[in-house]
């Protein structure tokens, strides 16, 4: 399966002590609170950019060439600078990797980072996944079938590198962009409720 993502439709979102007051999420610290530095970005140097973005910056444009999703993440936060506005929705941005806060607001765009429990391929031709987060928190995950297929047939026409590799394997390393649905998710051990994400982009890696 391959997948293919752009700049442009692409957000996360990131949360500094200003942006949790301003989106009543409270004070969780989810990852670094400032844009990566020259000597970050080194490391990334790989990935396909231009200068697409306001003013001419520099955007990483080919998601899908990131290596790991540390890299994936890197690329995402230079992009999408932390505590600053954006993306289609305008929204600032939170990085979700150690926890998933209960009282994070419904339709928030995340970037989640975790560790894959169960992976699978829905009869719909969705993909879903239970991610486990740091703190041992489990987050359902749903990508459509339709993004999908989208993303799929450019990656054919674009790139040899796919974001997803073996996305039904559990403990790998997975990452995704999407939207927050809130607590509307089910463990699939337990009749228990779960957080939701509805995934826009997804990438699997070893780590």
């Not at 752009?6 to 002590?17: E, F, H, M």
């Not at 942006?19 to 530095?37: M, S, Y």
């Not at 339709?146 to 450019?154: I, L």
Request: aromatic content about 8%.
């Amino acid at each position: 399966m391959k997948h293919f993502y752009t700049a442009g439709i692409c957000a996360v979102l990131a949360l500094s002590t200003a942006a949790c007051d301003k989106l009543g999420i409270g004070h969780h610290e989810q990852g670094p609170t400032e844009a990566p530095t020259a000597k970050q970005l080194q490391k990334i140097d790989y990935m396909s950019a231009d200068n697409s973005g306001p003013g001419g910056r520099k955007v990483y444009t080919r998601f899908e060439q990131a290596r790991t999703c540390g890299d994936f993440e890197l690329a995402m936060r230079w992009n999408r600078p932390p505590g600053v506005a954006g993306g289609p929705f305008h929204q600032k941005m939170v990085y979700l990797d150690a926890t998933l806060p209960a009282d994070l607001a419904k339709n928030t765009e995340v970037f989640i980072h975790g560790t894959i429990d169960e992976g699978e391929i829905l009869p719909s031709g969705s993909a879903r996944w239970y991610i486990r987060m740091k703190d041992g928190t489990l987050v359902e995950a749903i990508e459509g079938s339709g993004y999908m297929e989208k993303q799929a047939q450019a990656a054919q026409e674009n790139t040899k590198q796919t974001a997803l590799v073996s996305p039904e394997k559990p403990h790998r390393t997975i990452c995704a962009h999407g939207i927050y649905q809130g607590v509307t998710g089910k463990d699939p051990k337990k009749d228990a409720p779960i957080p939701l994400v509805a995934v826009l982009f997804a990438m699997d890696r070893k780590k």
